[in-house]
């Protein structure tokens, strides 16, 4: 079991927009396995900023 530390909202923000940028980078110089591993995570953090009230 993974202990993780609670993030406020504009840590998840922060999160999304700097592993956003770096899928894009990723995208760009080809690693395509990297970008997509990147968006998994970005996609795993808006999931949990949607379930914030």
Known sequence: MVMRETLSVNDIRTA????????????????FDDADELEQRVNTYREQLAARP
Not at 16 to 31: H, N
Request: proline share 0%; aromatic share 0%.
């Open 16 to 31: 999304i927009r700097e592993l956003s940028i770096r899928a894009q980078l990723a995208r760009k110089e080809g690693r």
